[in-house]
């Protein structure tokens, strides 16, 4: 909340008057779905999240802005989208990096149309699933539009008065672990989230249990749920337990959604107190919270797990060459 967000604000304004694709991996595609649905909501404009690989191969790039979301800047993906890019000279090209002196941030300053906003955030280097630079990015961002449209922002907020954890976070903490505890006997995880800020949450969640291998998981809106979808809880109901975000405009779809469900599913309810972006906000900090919890249960430690040597060959795979992509 006290981070110079000048730079950024440079960017965000230089796309606030077309369409936006924000692109992100792992954690960050978390990250470029709020930010697109925040451009959506305080433009008017589409939003669009993409991965580097999606985005890459998308021709409507040349007609929008971008805006690129890292927490190290070094990944062979996220410099690769960057070189793209650059060659199909879209509306505007911002940046956004959680490490100072990053390669990515030496790629930007040799194109003076690009906006690259640079950050050091106070909690140090991430884990392996990246949750501090998350939080950061999205909080950056609700500031930096809400400067660009001249909306208030409270610049004394702290994460106790974001989550409404008015008897402290620890409390809080300890009583939504209560609330989901009894999901983690079950193998299987379904999470219903609605149509707006909650995806977001929903997303992260799924994302944290895939990277850190903490069980399988699927996610989807209340209504894509109707579509086919509850027809898991019905063959295995036994081995799943359900969770679902609930924000003010999903109250009544989730009560009556939720009261359809058998009986023999656990399920938690997760409300999301604040509305527009500040929701997305607080259902993505929670779903941190919910990660954490789980992987507890089961073991394991989500921050320090011990990646394979496959997985460090393919993270480090160059796969933007003209080979792999079809882009030069």
């Not at 209560?178 to 079950?186: F, I, P, T, V």
């Not at 969640?205 to 850190?212: D, I, P, R």
């Amino acid at each position: 909340m006290r981070e110079d967000i000048a730079e950024l604000v440079r960017a965000i304004k230089a796309s606030c008057t077309t369409g936006l694709i924000c692109i992100g991996s792992g954690g960050s595609y978390s990250a470029a779905l709020l930010a697109s649905w925040i451009h959506q909501e305080y433009t008017g404009q589409l939003g669009l999240p993409a991965t580097p690989l999606q985005a890459a191969r998308t021709a409507a790039v040349r007609n929008c802005a971008t805006l690129i979301l890292s927490a190290g800047g070094r990944n062979p993906d996220v410099l690769g989208v960057l070189k793209h890019i650059l060659k199909q000279e879209p509306r505007a090209l911002g940046v956004i990096c959680l490490a100072k002196g990053s390669p990515l941030a030496d790629l930007c300053a040799d194109y003076r149309f690009v906006h690259c906003a640079e950050f050091a955030p106070p909690a140090g280097k991430d884990g392996f699933v990246a949750t501090n630079s998350l939080l950061a990015i999205i909080v950056l961002l609700w500031r930096a539009y809400a400067e660009v449209l001249g909306l208030p922002v409270q610049r004394d907020l702290t994460l106790q008065q974001l989550l409404a954890a008015k008897s402290g976070i620890e409390k809080w903490s300890a009583e939504l672990a209560k609330s989901c505890g009894h999901l983690w006997a079950r193998p299987y995880l379904v999470v219903l989230h609605g149509a707006a800020a909650t995806q977001a949450g929903a997303l992260d969640l799924e994302s944290k249990f895939s990277e850190a291998a903490v069980g399988p998981i699927q996610i989807t809106d209340y209504r894509n749920f109707a579509h086919g979808r509850h027809h898991w809880l019905d063959k295995k109901g036994d081995e799943t337990g359900l969770l679902a975000f609930i924000s003010e405009e999903d109250v009544d779809l989730a009560k009556k959604t939720l009261a359809l469900v058998p009986r023999n599913v656990p399920v938690a309810r997760v409300q999301i107190e604040n509305s527009g972006p500040l929701g997305g906000i607080e259902a993505t900090i929670k779903s941190l919270f919910i990660a954490g919890f789980a992987a507890a249960a089961r073991g394991i430690d989500a921050g320090r797990p011990k990646v394979a040597n496959f997985g460090r060959r393919i993270y480090h795979l160059n796969a933007w060459s003209t080979e792999c992509t079809g882009f030069v």
